[in-house]
């Protein structure tokens, strides 16, 4: 094998750089070169190729392991936000005995007076703040019997209201976010023919 000639050459500035001419590199055409090159040269391949197979394995790994890591990141914020819920359902179940007691107060009395007008507006602003968590009312009172959101209370035997309707609510009942917190308690209508 020939090496590349190098000469230097003056630049302006007195300093010598050295230049570097391209030289082609040629192989003998010997068959004993060429037979202890491929010998050379083959156990080169065999690490290439076990190196290949390392990296694409180290590679897959690296990509496994982000997956696991973005799967482990999506579960701890849903399990964060459902323990957020949990927390704020249970808040609000302990301040729904407040709510009944405001809706049975505004029901017992129908005369006007400051204090009717002062338990309305405290009603309102506690209905309100609800409805911003996510709290809303069951409907109830005509409506089909639903299993699913009413607990009935009793049945009752009318022909004034059409069969499996509630025809009374007793207790109010309560979604948060389009989940169940407390059924409605009401009288259901049986129409005996």
């Known amino acids: 094998m020939n090496r590349s000639n190098r000469r230097f ?3 302006g500035n007195g300093k010598t750089e050295p ?3 391209d030289v082609e590199h040629e192989l003998p055409a010997s ?3 060429s037979e202890e090159t491929r010998s050379a040269v083959q156990p080169i391949e065999g690490e290439l190729g076990k190196l290949r197979a390392e990296r694409d394995s180290l590679v897959d790994r690296v990509a496994r392991l982000q997956a696991e890591f973005e799967n ?3 579960r701890a914020v849903r399990e964060q936000q459902e323990y957020r819920d949990f927390a704020l359902s249970d808040a609000i179940k302990t301040l729904l005995p407040v709510v ?3 809706d049975l ?3 017992s009395s129908t005369e006007k007076s400051e204090l009717r007008s002062g338990i309305e507006l405290i009603n309102k602003q506690l209905h309100d703040a609800l409805g911003k968590l996510g709290l809303k009312q069951i409907p109830a009172k005509g409506e089909p ?3 699913r959101f009413h607990e009935a209370i009793e049945m009752v035997d009318t022909n004034e209201a059409e069969d499996q309707h509630i025809i009374d609510e007793l207790q109010r009942g309560y979604k948060l976010k389009e989940r169940l917190l407390r059924p409605a308690m009401v009288r259901v209508a049986r129409n005996s023919k």
């Open 9 to 11: 050459m003056s630049r």
């Open 19 to 21: 230049e570097q001419l």
């Open 31 to 33: 068959d004993e070169t």
């Open 72 to 74: 482990a990141r999506k």
């Open 100 to 102: 009944d007691s405001f």
């Open 105 to 107: 107060a505004l029901q």
């Open 145 to 147: 019997f639903d299993p």
